[in-house]
């Protein structure tokens, strides 16, 4: 049941709104030069942590051939350009190149703003920027349900030594008319974080709220995190969110 969550989870966010992948907003492109579509690549509200993607082409609106030898980022390290190897690629005039893929991976809360660029040899023109913005969040709602921590703004569970655990509670919220039903799954897992009370699917009474209990118990020295999502099956876009942390440390 959690392998299949998991996807139907990232879907709901996506359709929600709230885990966005990515949301590219189209736009005209310039008379001249290698112009971009879309102008700008917005990753919408993502969770700490997660690595979101979306994507970008230009079209070499020239008279002239024009060679295309990489792709980057203005070095803002919340977006970064994953790319292994690349190709060159050689535009004709009018020809649209495929698709360039970004990523947005927030490190803290916040709005971030950045510029992908394209590389084209000399004596080709200068290539459209394209703006790229995101925003980190620590907790995502959506429809009637909600998540809060018992303070701060997320589940710190601060350093624990390897071999022992550390519980925190969180307090999960309903507005709906009538109990509901909600599973729950990690966005990353096997970090040592787990749900151990209630361990299993719960509901949560209509109007009203429950406590959950996570763990976390290191098995291995180094600062891990992950999400936990909670979805209401039966309606997908009732579902929430919140970021934990923690350190494991040879004591």
């Known amino acids: 049941m959690k392998k299949m969550l998991l996807p139907i ?34 990753f919408g509200k ?37 790319q292994n190897a690349f190709n060159q690629v050689v535009l004709q005039p009018g020809q649209k190149a495929p698709n360039f893929v970004y990523s947005f991976t927030p490190t803290d809360k916040g709005v971030a703003n950045g510029e992908g660029k394209l590389l084209i ?26 998540v809060a921590p018992s303070a701060g703004e997320f589940v710190d569970f601060g350093r624990v030594p390897v071999g022992q655990s550390k519980t925190a509670t969180i307090t999960v919220r309903s507005s709906h008319t009538q109990d509901l039903a909600v599973q729950g799954a990690w966005a990353f897992g096997n970090r040592g974080f787990s749900r151990t009370n209630p361990a299993a699917g719960f509901s949560v009474p209509k109007t009203g709220e429950i406590s ?13 995190q992950d999400v936990i999502i909670f979805v209401y ?15 494991g440390f040879q004591g």
């Open 121 to 146: 040899l000399p004596p080709g023109p200068k290539a459209d920027k394209v703006r790229l913005t995101g925003e980190g969040v620590y907790t995502l709602a959506s429809g009637a349900l909600s």
């Open 46 to 82: 993502i969770f700490v942590g997660v690595t979101a993607r979306g994507a970008a082409a230009w079209t070499n609106n020239t008279a002239n051939p024009v060679t295309i030898s990489g792709y980057g980022t203005d070095d803002n390290p919340p977006f970064a350009s994953p």
């Open 212 to 224: 959950v209990t996570l763990t976390f118990a290191p098995t291995a020295a180094g600062a891990v």
């Open 233 to 247: 099956p039966q309606s997908p876009l009732n579902s929430c969110g919140i970021y934990v942390k923690g350190e």
């Open 9 to 42: 989870v990232l879907v709901v966010l996506v359709v929600a709104g709230l885990g966005l992948w990515f949301q590219n907003r189209q736009g005209a492109p310039a008379a001249g030069g290698v112009a971009a579509t879309p102008p700008t690549v917005n």
